[in-house]
Structure formats: C-alpha cells, structure tokens
C-alpha cells in the first residue's frame, strides 16, 4: 500500500574497555582452597590491606536486536505505527560502580544478560480523528462531530536479574561453616541445583527451590539467569473538538494512563535469605486520569 512503510533492521554494537569496578586484592581460589578456615586478609595478595576498591576499563558489552517497524496512514483520518524490538544484551559488568565483580581474577565469571536486558519491547501508536460530521453543522454535527481518539500501548517483557546470596562462601568461615560478606558491593550467586520454574505469580514469580547456599566455591548461577515482570500498558487520551465560529475553537481533552488499570508487577525480591525471596514486592502505577480543556483563538 503507499500510505504503509514497512522497515526491518539488524542493531548491533560491540563496546570494549568499558569502565568497571573489582577488588584489586581479593584472594584467589586456591588461596582460599588451601586456607578454608583463614581470615579473609591473611591470605589477600597484598597483606595487611582489605578490600581495594578500585575502578578499571576492563570489561565488555555487546547488543545484537531485530527490530520491525510499520506504519500506516489513512485517507479516511486513521493514523497508526508499531515498532516491535527482539535483543539480546550482554555484559561483564552491568553497571561502572556500585557492583564489583565477582570474581577480580576472571570476569568472565560474571558474563550474561545485562541487568538492562529485556528481550521484547512492542509499541503500537495510534490517532483516529472520527471523519463524520466534519463541518459540525446543526446540534447533531456539534455532537457527533470533531471526535479524535489517541494512544499508546506498551508491551514489555521483563528485565534480567540475578538471584544473590548475603553469605559470602570465600569470607572467613564461622561457627556455621558459613563466612559472612567480606565486600558488601559483590553480588555472590548461589547454586543453582534445578530448572527454574517460572510461577509469575506475586507470592512466587519462579522457583525458589532451585537455589541452595554456594559455599566453598562461586555459586553455580549464570548472571542474569531471571526475568523480572513485563509491563502491558494502555495510554489513551480522547479529544472533543468544537468549532464556536471562525477562529475559535473549544478542546476538552481526557487521559487515561493505564487505561484498563493492568496491574504491573515491579521488583522481584532476589536475596536467598529473605524472607520474601521470591516475592513481587512493588508494583508500577495504577490507572491515573486527568482531564484538561483549553481555547483556540
């Protein structure tokens, strides 16, 4: 059709030396390996120090996506587009501070979806101005006419995220055999001894039985191994445009975010240890309406 364009497009970048934050003294595994029940800075590289924050362009990142576009524009006063994302983002490092690497020795360790990643993203925009009554003649050209109906639905999937634990398996061991975090910003992944099992409820969005404690070693979990809730949303907005003579003209204007009030998940609850681990524990807005009206002169 020649009102309708349609375009596809592979998207892709590869970054290098990227900035990112790891403890230039973490002891090595078979430091620990060989000293289990040590404290944590007897057997650090340089001794007598603890954690050295420090902050490197040593990590990477790429992105590959599909991406559809179409977009459709009709004699008869119908407007409307759709932009439809399918990617893939990965990472060693999600963020260049305030998360340190897992492992200082290999940050491959820590390679997978990024906690930016969200596979599918569909946008479908839309203008409809009603074409009856166009010159509102009479009472019922005033009622009927002038009418436009606009807006935009979001269809989105999840984002990654990554399922911690507090306990960090290479501090000093303790009476439970167990160490307690030695650098509160590594995230420490558990074993991961199951398929997870997506539930997306909000009592359980996957299966928590499937991580137990990491101890003695890096947890078995890749990065990024979960996808938190998606979001639907319907924005819609209706226009009543009234002609009152020449140059004057009178809009009474209604918007609705989140039209149909869909409930959307947030945060997943990540911590092995709490006691909501598992859990949805926030939500997006609800619906939200204003109605605004202004004059044309």
Do not use: C
Not at 177 to 182: A, F, I, S
Not at 218 to 246: C, H
């Amino acid at each position: 059709l020649p009102t309708t364009t349609l375009e596809v497009a592979y998207v892709g970048n590869v970054a290098r030396h990227l900035l990112g934050e790891f403890d230039m003294n973490q002891p090595t595994v078979a430091a620990r390996t060989a000293n289990p029940k040590a404290d944590v800075n007897a057997i650090r590289p340089y001794l007598g120090y603890g954690y050295m924050h420090d902050r490197a362009p040593l990590f990477t990142n790429n992105y590959n996506s599909l991406q559809v576009s179409i977009s459709h524009r009709s004699s008869r006063g119908l407007t409307m587009g759709a932009a439809y994302t399918w990617s893939k983002d990965l990472t060693t490092n999600s963020n260049d501070r305030g998360s340190s690497a897992t492992n200082s020795n290999n940050f491959k360790l820590d390679y997978g979806p990024a906690s930016t990643n969200t596979p599918q993203i569909l946008e479908v925009n839309y203008i409809y101005e009603v074409p009856f009554f166009k010159a509102q003649r009479g009472f019922e050209g005033h009622v009927l006419g002038g009418w436009e109906i606009s807006g935009v639905s979001s269809f989105v999937s999840g984002s990654s995220f990554t399922v911690t634990q507090q306990v960090d398996p290479f501090a000093s061991v303790g009476p439970n055999g167990l160490g307690m975090k030695q650098n509160g910003d590594i995230g420490m992944r558990p074993n991961q001894t199951g398929s997870i099992k997506k539930i997306k409820t909000r009592a359980q969005w996957f299966s928590t039985s499937s991580f137990t404690p990491a101890s003695g070693g890096f947890g078995t979990e890749r990065y990024g191994s979960l996808l938190g809730p998606g979001v639907q949303k319907w924005d819609i907005a209706t226009m009543k445009n009234v002609n009152l003579g020449e140059h004057l003209r009178f809009q009474l204007r209604g918007e609705y975010f989140n039209a149909f009030n869909h409930t959307n998940f947030a945060s997943v609850d990540s911590s092995l240890e709490d006691g909501n681990f598992g859990q949805v524990t926030t939500a997006h807005e609800p619906r939200i309406i204003q109605i605004g009206a202004k004059l044309n002169f």
